[in-house]
């Protein structure tokens, strides 16, 4: 299992990306961001490139949790993919993707954590 944790850091939500960021330059601004701090943590971590299936779970912990159907998992996972962890995120190497959110303890700060699972299921087809 590989735990990458983004803290200072309130997750995305489609909510806000959709709605709130207006103009496609500026969510293009929002992905790139995302993008970047995947890339951060992941070089900070020394993460290996992956060559097998994963399943990946997207944990965003905030003061007000998101609904999980909201989380922007895309984001996230294509800094895995431009990062070199993931060599795609099309079905062959990605399982399953899972959202999970959670309140944070008081006077915690707000935090992202993507962890990356071996699939159980290595053969897509």
Known sequence: MILITIPNHKAVGWNFYI????HWARRGEVSNTIHQLVIAYVTC???KPI???VDITI???SKKPLD???ICAK???DGLVLSSVLKD????FVGKVSLESLKVKPGQGEFVEITIEKSDNQNPE
């Open 19 to 22: 709605h709130k960021t207006g």
């Open 45 to 47: 971590q020394k993460i």
């Open 51 to 53: 060559d097998y299936r």
């Open 59 to 61: 944990t965003a912990h």
């Open 68 to 70: 999980p159907d909201n």
């Open 75 to 77: 984001l996230y996972i």
């Open 89 to 92: 995120d099309s079905r062959k």
